[in-house]
C-alpha cells in the first residue's frame, strides 16, 4: 500500500484527480507501476462520485518508440499495447492508447545534437501534443525517489549550487496549458517493485537504460548503493525532502528577487540595459544576483558557462565592489555613477 | 603562494587585520599553516603602515593539551611551545603563547557527555577566555575547504536539511565580544601541505584524529577521496560554494523570519505563545517554518529529535492545513480561530 499512499497524498498536494491525465509508459516498472496505480485510484463508477464529472475522462496511455535498441524497443512497444488490451479486457474503463515512434539517432545526428538529449526533447513534445489531442492539460511521468536522489547527487557532484539541488520538479509547465506532474516522486523503487510483486505484474527490464548518461549510471548503481549501505539508510528521503527545501527556497528568492528587479530597472537606453545601483546596494548579495539570473534569462543572454563565480561578480559590480566585469556568453556589465549598465561585449567595446 | 593568497582574500572579504588575533595551534599542519601565513602577512615595522596600530597587536599561539593521547599528546605541546620559541629567535615581533592542559577524558566521564562534544565545548571556551585574557576579540582557526567539504556532505548523508549545507562558518560569535574566525577556509590541504614545503616547515602528524568520529574519518579517507578521483577533481571547492551559498540564503531567510515573526506574534496568554494566523497565511511555507524556528529558539524549547517533517507539521497548523500537532519536545502548536497557540504540551493536556 505504500505506493498508492505515497500517489494519493502526492496528487492531493498537487490537486489533481487521478485521471483526465496523460501517463507516460515506457514499459519499465516504474511507468507500469504509475499507471497501475493510477486506474486503481480513479473514483469508481459505483463510488459516491459517480462516473460523470472529472472522475469519467480518460487516462491515455502514451508510448514513445524511439527506435534506439532494435528489437527490444520493439518488444517495449508490444508489451505497452498489451498492457494497454490486458487492463481494458479486464474492464478498466477510459482507457486510451497513443503510440508513436521516432528514429532518436536519425534526428540527434541530424540536428547535431547529443542522443540523450534529443530524446528527451522529442518526447516531452509528442507527450505535449498528445494532452492537447486528448484535450488533457496533464502529463504524469513515473519519476521516483531514486530519480530524485540521482539527480540531486549527480547535481551535488557536478557543482550547479544550491539551484541544482532542486532536483526534478514535482510539477512544471511543459508548454503553455500543458503541465508535467510527479504523482510518485515521494514513492522509492522499493515500493514500485513490491506493489507490482503485490499485484503479480510484469514489467519489461530496461537493460541499458538508454537515457542515462554513463555518469548517471555509476551514481544508480554504484555510489547510492554505496552510500545508502555504509552511511545512511533513509538517504534516498533525505535528499528528496532536500529537494523539496531547496525548491521552495529558490521559488521564494525567485519571486522576491523579480520583485526587486522590477524595482531597480530604468529605461534601457538603446541596447542596454540600465539597473538603479542606488536600489540595488539595499538588496542581499544573494537577491542581487538571482534578479540578475531573472534578468539574463528574460534578454535570453546565455547562460552556457556561468559559473557560480561569474554570477557573483556581476552582482559584485552591481554592488560597486567592483568597476566592470566581462561575463561568459559575451555579456558586460558596467559600473557607470549611480547607474549599472548591461549589454553585450561589443556595445562596450566599439 | 596560493595559501598566502587565499588567506589574504579571505581577510579582506572579513575585513579583519592579521594582527591582534588568538590562533588556535595543535600542531598539525593545517594550524602550523596558518600561523605561519598569518605572521608572513602581517604589516613590516618598516613598511609604509609602520609598527604602531592595530599592525602591531601581538598574535598569541594558544595550544590546548587535551591530554588524551599520553605521550604524543605532550609531544604536540612541546612542538608548539619549541615553534614559538624559533619564530621568535627568527625575529619574529609581538608573538605570544598561551598553552593549557585539560583532562577531557575525566570532564566527559563527570559530565557524562561525549569526548568530542566535550573536547571541543572546552576548547573553544578556553579559547574565548585566552583572547579576553590577551584583550582580544578574535580566535582563528585552521579549518581548509577540505574540512568544509567533509563537514558538508557529513551534514548531507545525515540529512540535516539545506540548514546543514551551511557547513563550518567563515565567521560566528563564540561569546559576546569574541568572534571566531575561519580564515583558510578556501584553501585546500594540498595548498596547506604545499605551503609547508616550500617553507621547509615541520608539523606533527595527528595519528588518531581524536576530534573526528568514525564517519567523519570515512568521509575523510574513503568518501571525499573516492568521490574526487571518480566524479569531480574540484568537488571540494564546489562543495565549499554551496556552503557559502547556503550560508547567505539562509542568513537572508532568518532575517526575513524573524521580520515576519515581529509582525505575527500577538501578547502572550499566560504560558502560551500566540500568532496571527492571519498574518502568517500570507508567508510563504519556508518562511513559517524559519519564524517557528527562531521562536523555539528564543524560548528555549528543546529542538532535539525534531525532524523536517515536525517543522512542516508545525508550519501546517500555523497555515490551517492541519487543526493541532503535538511535537518532540513536548511542546504543542494548535490552531483556534485565527490565532495560533504554541506552548508546552501539559498546558493542552490538563
Request: hydrophobic share 25%.
Given at each position: 500500500m505504500a505506493l498508492i499512499d505515497a500517489i494519493r497524498e502526492q496528487l492531493t498536494r498537487l490537486r489533481?484527480?487521478?485521471?483526465g491525465l496523460v501517463v507516460a509508459v515506457s514499459g519499465g516498472a516504474d511507468s507500469v507501476a504509475l499507471l497501475l496505480a493510477l486506474t486503481k485510484l480513479r473514483p469508481s463508477p459505483?463510488?459516491?462520485?459517480?462516473?460523470?464529472?472529472?472522475?469519467?475522462e480518460p487516462i491515455v496511455i502514451a508510448h514513445l518508440?524511439?527506435?534506439?535498441?532494435?528489437d527490444e524497443s520493439d518488444g517495449d512497444e508490444q508489451f505497452v499495447r498489451q498492457l494497454h488490451a490486458d487492463l481494458v479486457n479486464l474492464g478498466a474503463r477510459s482507457l486510451e492508447l497513443a503510440v508513436a515512434r521516432i528514429d532518436v539517432a536519425a534526428l540527434a545526428a541530424q540536428s547535431g545534437g547529443n542522443l540523450e538529449a534529443t530524446a528527451r526533447r522529442e518526447r516531452y513534445r509528442w507527450l505535449a501534443e498528445t494532452a492537447l489531442r486528448f484535450n488533457h492539460s496533464r502529463v504524469a511521468t513515473g519519476h521516483t525517489a531514486d530519480d530524485q536522489a540521482e539527480t540531486v547527487l549527480h547535481r551535488l557532484l557536478r557543482g550547479?549550487?544550491?539551484?541544482?539541488?532542486?532536483?526534478?520538479?514535482v510539477r512544471r509547465e511543459l508548454q503553455p496549458g500543458i503541465e508535467l506532474i510527479?504523482?510518485?516522486?515521494?514513492?522509492?523503487r522499493a515500493d514500485v517493485l513490491a506493489f507490482l510483486r503485490e499485484n503479480d505484474h510484469s514489467y519489461r527490464e530496461?537493460?541499458?537504460?538508454?537515457?542515462?548518461t554513463y555518469t548517471r549510471n555509476r551514481i544508480r548503481h554504484e555510489l547510492l548503493p554505496l552510500l545508502t549501505a555504509?552511511?545512511?539508510?533513509s538517504l534516498v528521503s533525505h535528499l528528496g525532502q532536500l529537494a523539496e527545501q531547496a525548491s521552495e527556497v529558490f521559488s521564494e528568492l525567485e519571486r522576491q528577487a523579480g520583485e526587486l528587479l522590477q524595482t531597480c530597472e530604468l529605461p534601457p537606453a538603446g541596447p542596454l540595459r540600465i539597473l538603479d545601483a542606488v536600489k540595488l546596494a539595499r538588496a542581499s548579495r544573494q537577491m542581487v544576483r538571482e534578479a540578475l539570473r531573472l534578468l539574463w534569462q528574460r534578454e535570453q543572454?546565455?547562460?552556457?558557462?556561468?559559473t557560480f563565480q561569474d554570477w557573483d561578480r556581476a552582482a559584485a559590480v552591481a554592488l560597486g565592489e567592483l568597476p566592470a566585469v566581462d561575463l561568459p556568453g559575451r555579456i558586460s556589465v558596467r559600473r557607470k555613477g549611480s547607474v549599472v549598465q548591461l549589454g553585450s561585449f561589443h556595445i562596450f567595446t566599439v
Open positions: 489533481v484527480m487521478p485521471s459505483l463510488g459516491g462520485r459517480g462516473d460523470g464529472g472529472e472522475g469519467g518508440n524511439h527506435c534506439l535498441r532494435g550547479t549550487g544550491l539551484q541544482g539541488l532542486r532536483g526534478i520538479a510527479r504523482p510518485m516522486l515521494t514513492a522509492t530496461d537493460r541499458s537504460n538508454a537515457d542515462l555504509n552511511y545512511n539508510q543572454w546565455s547562460r552556457d558557462g556561468m
